[in-house]
Nanobody, 126 residues
Framework: VQLQASGGGLVQAGDSLRLSCTAS????????MGWFRQAPGKEREFVAT??????????DYADSVNGRFIISRDDATNTVYLQMNNLKPEDTAVYYC??????????????????WGQGTQVTVSS
């Protein structure tokens, strides 16, 4: 599975951005997709995850973005999105999309995901 993320940029606090991640996978629909981010000098942290549509699994968000970010997927185009609203300077980071398979309670942990995109930079100025 190859993942290609895009949509990052430089915005002001309060603005919105939508990140996209397109996967080259024959069975995208069975993948759990996630977004992580990594700021300079910090560890990679969980942002959001969305299960396969056919699962009754959970869409989940980090507390820091819950209510501001929305993750969604379009299986027809093998794409996962991250709509980021009311951006804050602390959201500045490189954002990575990731793909994982199988049921797990560890989908917030980066080790669950076996495939990663190259990252896209998001910079929020105050």
């Amino acid at each position: 599975v190859q993942l290609q993320a895009s949509g990052g940029g430089l915005v002001q606090a309060g603005d919105s951005l939508r990140l996209s991640c397109t996967a080259s996978a024959h069975r995208f629909s069975i993948l759990r997709m996630g977004w992580f981010r990594q700021a300079p000098g910090k560890e990679r942290e969980f942002v959001a995850t969305i299960p396969p549509i056919t699962w009754s699994g959970t869409i989940d968000y980090a507390d820091s973005v819950n209510g501001r970010f929305i993750i969604s997927r379009d299986d027809a185009t093998n794409t996962v999105y991250l709509q980021m609203n009311n951006l804050k300077p602390e959201d500045t980071a490189v954002y990575y999309c990731a793909a994982g398979m199988g049921a797990s309670t560890s989908y917030r942990h980066y080790r669950y995901y076996g495939h990663w995109g190259q990252g896209t930079q998001v910079t929020v100025s105050s």
